[in-house]
């Protein structure tokens, strides 16, 4: 079965830390670009990390640089996301998604400044910074 499955979520005080996993099952995700999402109550899904399929090259929104590292582990089929000094905010739902369809099932999704990925765009994994 193809899918990506994201774990890692939960409660975090500000100023914590969290590592969130992008495990992909039914292929392999190195030959993709693979990308963090998230979503809070109310608002638009946005991009937060992203690398890149060639060169591993990543790229981080503004809100985020320099506190979340996306990184991968081909042996492990998985992507990463490290999210250190994490900032008080309402609960978000965290998906990883690639930029490429993994199957003739994949459910692509436009996000604002960043295209169309392709994701099961499930249950996520959510976070949650608070005191």
């Known amino acids: 079965q193809v899918q990506l499955v994201e774990s890692g979520g939960g409660l975090v005080q500000p100023g914590g830390s969290l590592r969130l996993s992008c495990a992909a099952s039914g292929f392999t995700l190195d030959t993709y670009g693979v990308g963090w999402f998230r979503q809070a109550p109310g608002k638009e899904r946005e991009g937060v990390s992203w690398?890149?399929?060639?060169?591993?090259?990543?790229y981080n929104a503004d809100a985020v640089k320099g506190r979340f590292t996306i990184t991968r582990d081909n042996a492990k089929n998985t992507v990463y996301l490290q999210m250190n000094s994490l900032r008080r905010e309402k609960r978000a739902v965290y998906y990883c998604a690639t930029d490429a369809p993994t199957s003739p099932s994949a459910n692509g999704r436009v996000i604002a400044g960043m295209g169309v990925w392709f994701g099961t765009w499930g249950q996520g994994t959510q976070v949650t910074v608070s005191s």
């Open positions: 690398i890149s399929r060639s060169d591993g090259s990543t």
